[in-house]
């Protein structure tokens, strides 16, 4: 698929989703250019991830459209996205070269090399097994494969959820030194604190709908406060309405 800059990289159009009775998305319009990380923050339940699911494909919305670069959901857009689940798909009876291979032959896009480099990094033997590895270590060897891929999207559903903060700065400088600029990434999360230092944009959401998107340093400047602190007062304001 052609990258251009003239189309966003993602556009939502009028979209919904609804589970039986519950509205988990509701007319969400949204345009994403390439070249940034941004924020998708909202409290647990909010419709994040759902969001996320609608973006890669794994959910049918009820309504509405999803165009990735100009295109409808579809093989051509999931070949272009690199999604990092909240949960880990990884086979933990596998050694973590078999996970290199998988990903060498299922992605055209995954650098090896690049992944090698960063696990040997983090001094870790390829011929283990998942299994063995903490729970900080698999987050990192996930965030690997799924940054060692050349994506156009990259789309991380709450990356840094019950981790210690060592593993948190080095997922937050991963991303960074890994990110290709004329990319963009979708990062989900309640956690803003921890994230905000790296976001060009930030998107809040509530109750399905998105209720702020807007540049993360022009939302500081006009605020005069960081956007965990607007987040926090905007989501207070609601709990009390």
């Given at each position: ?26 007319d ?14 909202g ?5 994040k ?28 857009s ?13 086979d ?16 055209t896009d995954?650098?090896?090399?690049r992944?090698l ?17 903490s729970?900080?270590m ?16 990259y789309i ?8 210690d903060?060592?593993?948190?700065d ?15 990434m979708i990062?989900?999360t ?5 994230i ?6 930030v ?39």
């Amino acid at each position: 698929m052609p990258k251009t800059t003239k189309i966003p990289l993602v556009k939502c159009h009028n979209l919904c989703k609804i589970y039986q009775d519950k509205i988990a998305v509701n007319d969400v319009n949204l345009e994403i250019p390439r070249g940034k990380i941004i924020g998708l923050l909202g409290q647990n339940g909010a419709g994040k991830t759902t969001l996320v699911k609608l973006l890669n494909g794994l959910i049918i919305p009820t309504s509405g459209e999803i165009l990735i670069n100009g295109q409808p959901i579809g093989a051509e857009s999931k070949k272009i996205i690199s999604y990092l689940p909240e949960r880990s798909y990884l086979d933990r009876s596998s050694t973590l070269q078999a996970m290199l291979n998988y990903f060498q032959d299922f992605y055209t896009d995954f650098d090896y090399d690049r992944a090698l480099q960063l696990i040997h990094d983090l001094n870790l033997d390829t011929t283990a097994r998942i299994s063995s590895l903490s729970k900080g270590m698999q987050e990192k060897f996930q965030l690997i494969l799924v940054m060692s891929r050349q994506a156009d999207l990259y789309i991380l559903d709450e990356p840094l959820g019950g981790i210690d903060p060592a593993t948190r700065d080095y997922i937050l400088d991963t991303i960074l030194s890994n990110f290709n600029e004329a990319a963009s990434m979708i990062i989900a999360t309640h956690l803003i604190a921890d994230i905000e230092r790296i976001l060009d944009q930030v998107i809040f959401m509530d109750r399905g709908k998105i209720i702020l998107h807007q540049d993360a340093d022009e939302l500081r400047a006009s605020k005069k406060q960081s956007i965990d602190e607007i987040f926090r007062q905007q989501f207070k304001a609601n709990i009390n309405e």
